[in-house]
C-alpha cells in the first residue's frame, strides 16, 4: 500500500474543494451528489471521509472558498473609488459571467438553496458575504468604509438579483438587456447620495 505525506493529503482536499465549488454552481447543492463530486477531482467515493465529514461539510467549505477567493481576485483587485467598484458591477454583470456558471460568483448560483441549508452552512455564507461586502465597502469609500456597508450589501444583492434573471430567461436579447439595466441600476445606487 503506498503511503503519501501530509502535502498530498492537503492538495487532495483542495482538490475536492476546488472541483466541488464549480460542480456546485453549475448544478446546484441537490443536484450534485458526492459520488459526481469525487468523480470530478478523479477520486472515488471512498476517499471522500477521510477529508469530510459528509456532504453539509463540504458544501460548507466548498462555499466558504468560492466567496473568499472572489474577495481576493475580483474585489480585494479592484481600485479603490468608484471606478473600481464600475469595474466590479461591468464584470459581474456580464454574458461572460452570466454564461459560466460554474467559474462564476456563488451568490447568484447558490443564493436559494443556501438558504435552505445548515446553520454551518449558512454561517460559512454570511461570513464570506461580509469578507465581500467589507471589501466593496472599502472601494466605494476608502475613507469610511462603515459607512457604505449597508450600500454595498444593496448592489451585492441587486447584481447577484439581476444576474439570476438574467440566467434564467430564455430569450437572450432581454437577457443581455437586462444585464446593461442592471448595470445602469448598480451605478445609480452606487451614486445615489453622493454629492456633486
Do not use: W
Not at 465597502?137 to 450589501?153: C, D, F, H, I, T
Amino acid at each position: 500500500m503506498v503511503r503519501y505525506g501530509k502535502e498530498h493529503k492537503s492538495e487532495t482536499r483542495r482538490r475536492i474543494i476546488e472541483t466541488a465549488g464549480r460542480r456546485l454552481k453549475q448544478d446546484g447543492i441537490d443536484g450534485s451528489g458526492v459520488s459526481v463530486l469525487m468523480k470530478d477531482a478523479g477520486l472515488t467515493n471512498g476517499a471522500f471521509y477521510a477529508h469530510f465529514e459528509s456532504k453539509d461539510d463540504l458544501v460548507t467549505t466548498a462555499i466558504a472558498d468560492q466567496l473568499k477567493v472572489q474577495a481576493e481576485n475580483v474585489v480585494a483587485r479592484a481600485a479603490p473609488g468608484r471606478a473600481g467598484v464600475e469595474q466590479i458591477v461591468r464584470g459581474y454583470l456580464s454574458p461572460r459571467h452570466r454564461d459560466s456558471l460554474g467559474d462564476g460568483c456563488p451568490n447568484a448560483a447558490l443564493l436559494d438553496e443556501i438558504g435552505r441549508c445548515t446553520d454551518a452552512t449558512r454561517q460559512a455564507y454570511t461570513d464570506g458575504v461580509l469578507v465581500l461586502i467589507d471589501g466593496i465597502a472599502a472601494r466605494m469609500a476608502p475613507e469610511a468604509p462603515s459607512s457604505a456597508r449597508v450600500k454595498a450589501l444593496s448592489l451585492l444583492g441587486l447584481m447577484a438579483g439581476t444576474l439570476q434573471l438574467s440566467r434564467a430567461l430564455t430569450d437572450s436579447q432581454l437577457a443581455s438587456e437586462l444585464l446593461e439595466q442592471g448595470i445602469d441600476n448598480a451605478l445609480a445606487l452606487l451614486d445615489a447620495g453622493q454629492r456633486v
